[in-house]
Structure formats: structure tokens, C-alpha cells
């Protein structure tokens, strides 16, 4: 079992930025791709930001240019620092760790953390 938790979540006015960060209870940041997911009310859960256990960086086209995901191995975190926030990006972000195998996958999720964006 790995344990996922998060911070960095609060309120901020547009244009302003907030660090996520998300500590794994094992080191695992070079063996499972991990991943920031947000849910907003009424709407699916998405992938925003997501990096491979080898490094490679994605991200969602409405967070390009805004968002970055990083990791410090040493301390078993991945952060997403968001930058230049915008209201639609209020939502409950997760924190996702997948170990991805021939016979499935496993994921394990963080509690979420809520970021509400608002004049």
C-alpha cells in the first residue's frame, strides 16, 4: 500500500499562483508515474499535470504554459505549482500514483486538496 498525502491547497484571487504538494509514504517517484488530477463540481475528474516515473512531463491544454509538475525523489514529493490562476480552475485536486504493469495497473489516490480560485 502507498499513502498519498497533499497540501498546498487554499483561496486566491485570479492571477495569483499556489504550490501543491503531494508526499508519498514510500519511495516510489522513480517506479510509479504520478500524477495531479482536479474534479469540479458537477464535472469528471481530469487529468491536469502528469510525469512518468522516467521523468516526461504532460499536461492538460487548458493548465499549458500555467502549471508545472516536479518531483524531489529525495523527499518523496511531487509538487504542481499553478501559476497565473484562473476561476476554472477551482476544483478538489488529487494526488494519483500509478504503477503501470503488463497484467493492470494500480493506482492509489491522495485525499484531494480544494483550490478555489475567486475574486
Known amino acids: 500500500q502507498v499513502q498519498l498525502v497533499e497540501s498546498g491547497g487554499g483561496l486566491v484571487q485570479p492571477g495569483g499562483s499556489l504550490r501543491l504538494s503531494c508526499v508519498a509514504s514510500k519511495s516510489i517517484l522513480s517506479i510509479y508515474d504520478m500524477g495531479w488530477y482536479r474534479q469540479a463540481p458537477g464535472k469528471q475528474r481530469e487529468l491536469v499535470a502528469g510525469?512518468?516515473?522516467?521523468?516526461?512531463?504532460k499536461y492538460a491544454d487548458s493548465v499549458k504554459g500555467r502549471f508545472t509538475i516536479s518531483r524531489d525523489i529525495t523527499k518523496k514529493t511531487v509538487y504542481l505549482q499553478m501559476n497565473s490562476l484562473k476561476p476554472e480552475d477551482t476544483a478538489v485536486y488529487f494526488c494519483?500514483?500509478?504503477?503501470?504493469?503488463?497484467?493492470?495497473?494500480?493506482?492509489?489516490w491522495g485525499q484531494g486538496t480544494q483550490v478555489t480560485v475567486t475574486p
Open positions: 510525469m512518468t516515473s522516467g521523468g516526461t512531463r
Open positions: 494519483n500514483a500509478r504503477l503501470v504493469q503488463l497484467g493492470g495497473n494500480t493506482d492509489y
